[in-house]
């Protein structure tokens, strides 16, 4: 199936496929959605750019999941070129999805959209969406609803064909049984472990040490260093100012009640009767037909809107729960839809409504009016707030000063820090690896080792932390990289000789035992000749316990054995250690014997990776169809 995919992507056969997954998915699609053009892009995929600020929005969000992950995380990983190439692919893969999905006409139905952003943890309060909560942590994070509707519907776009074509995948019986007999597979060997030989000589002359050092002496260098003045402001760092009058917060409450209104909501059910995109007029009037016969049974006396929903509904993922849509605020829906919606009262069913995604009969179950919260409930918001932005504001004004002054004297950081009355601190010394603290920034050691900062004694540009929070740097001390004298590394040079003799004695006894073994003599005479006993494993898995792990893997990628023969080999197990190994027998897992619970899951496991495997073998032919070009040096 896979060979096939890749074969026939473009063409007459695409058409086929991606026609039989709209059928299958007709519900969903892809708006028009177009990455809006920026002169600083930094990938073009087809016709559409990914600017650079959708970049630089992407990589901020990929690296606040990494910390929150692991907060011990390297930074210098997350300011690494690899982390960077990882999230363009990401977003190059995402508008590949995108202009597919375009290029098909299907689209997102506002129903799934409002659905998944209902169940974001975030805008719910008491485990329910919460529309006043919604926008105020899309307004904390700089988004308008609108903008983020329009990225969660790209989100969800770009999931649809990939989905499909996942779910589309096939894993046969004897696939299934196949991989059974693989991953249960037992192994019976025998195996000396052979000791560590000594070293030739346990001496090494002072002249070996030499030369030895004279070859490597890269390998013994003190690392470069800087210690660097800096100024560390943050908004954090601005004084806190005196706490509003009552007569303040009454006055922001005022003029920001609005942000305190909780507005009127209603608890709806719906049944979608669907139009395609650019729907012909023929399947304009089968809809309305449609829509026109379900209305009829949902005002008949006794209907059950629910069962109605879960057998006419065209929105699959709301008919199964009765064609819920929970509870919608003003603006969550279509116009069309929400002037239907609030005409009603609890229990009323409309007549079909047109909207973008077709007709809709809905039911209102419930409705809770709106109100206001009073003062005395957001005297601590508005006490916070503006406290925040007092500060912020005095942020601003102390940073801009700064950075003018700076600028006009840049051969100096204590002079601009001295007239704004902002403290000037050293830093201990750090290499380029960066110290610790504020010095384990990636950007911070970048400036601190730039030409700026390191050539012309000049005090760095301003290092943006986060939008509220800069560094100045400015050299204070600059230790050049030199080589350590060789008294300090004679002893490190002493062992590396050694464990070098070492690990070249192990490796020519090791080679001479799995000849002499390839030649026919015994694996017990060969034992003996070094000392050591023959170990026997019999049924061996590839966790067995009690058994190093490098010998599993190295016995489990030998060659099954020919009946009657064994297979020979020498495992380097590392540090000069070796294992001499005679695999006599291959046992294929037991199908017959495995729980069917067992069965289940691990076939659930199989179903998962060839669907991943269809996926990225779709995403790949994907790929090589489109005209792709990158901006490295814009990320």
Known sequence: MLTLLRDKLSGWFAKILFGL???????????????????????????????????????NRARQ????????????????????????????QRQMLINLGDELGVMVPDSLLRREIARIPQFQVDGKFDPATYTAVLAANGLTPERFQEMERGDLSVQLLPQALGDSSIVTASEIDGYLRLIGQT????????????????????AEIGAYYKVHAQQYMSPE????????????????????????????????????????QYEVSHILISLPKNATPAQKAAALAQAQKVDVLAHAPGANFAALAKQ???????????????????????????????????????????????????????????????????????????????????????AGKLIDAIDSNPGSLEDAAKALNVPVQVSPLFARSGGTGLFAHPKVVQAAFSGQVL??????????????????????????AQPLPLAAVAAKIKATILAQRVAMAASKQADALLARLKAGTGLDTLAKSVGASVQTANAATP???????????????LAAPAPGKSVPSAVDLGQGHYALVQLSAVHPGDVSKLPSGQREYIVS???QMQSGASVQAFLDALRRGTKIETAPNRM
């Open 21 to 59: 997954l709209i059928i299958v998915f007709s519900f969903f699609g892809i708006e028009g959605y177009f990455v809006a053009s920026h002169a600083t892009w930094v990938a073009k995929v087809g016709d559409h750019d990914v600017g650079g600020q959708e970049f630089q929005d992407a990589l």
């Open 65 to 92: 999941r990494q910390l929150q992950h692991n907060p011990q995380i390297d930074p210098k990983f997350l300011d690494g070129n690899a982390f960077k190439q990882d999230v363009l692919e990401g977003l190059i």
């Open 187 to 206: 192994r019976d060997f025998s195996y000396v472990d052979l000791p560590v030989p000594q070293a030739a000589s346990g001496t090494v002359s002072e």
């Open 225 to 264: 260093q800087v210690s660097v003045q800096y100024v560390d402001l943050g908004v954090d760092n601005v004084p806190a100012p005196p706490a509003p009058s009552a007569e303040e917060l009454r006055a922001l409450y005022a003029k920001n009640q609005s942000r305190f209104v909780v507005p009127s």
């Open 312 to 398: 006419y509904s065209d929105d699959l993922g709301s008919k199964n729960q009765g064609g819920s849509l929970g509870w919608l605020g003003l603006g969550d829906t279509d116009p069309a839809f929400q002037a239907a919606m609030i005409a009603l009262r609890p229990g009323q069913v409309s007549a079909p409504v047109l909207t973008s995604d077709g007709y809709h009969i809905i039911e209102l179950q419930a409705e809770r009016a709106g109100v206001t919260k009073p003062f005395a409930e957001v005297k601590d918001v508005l006490t916070a707030d503006y406290l925040k932005q007092v500060r912020s504001k005095e942020y601003s004004h102390i």
């Open 455 to 480: 050539k012309d004694n000049n005090t760095s540009d301003p290092i943006n932390l986060s939008p509220e929070h800069l560094v100045l740097l400015h050299l204070a001390r600059h230790v050049p």
């Open 543 to 557: 966790s067995m316990p009690n058994l190093d792990p490098a010998l599993l893997t190295a016995v489990f990628k």
């Open 605 to 607: 496991q199989l179903r």
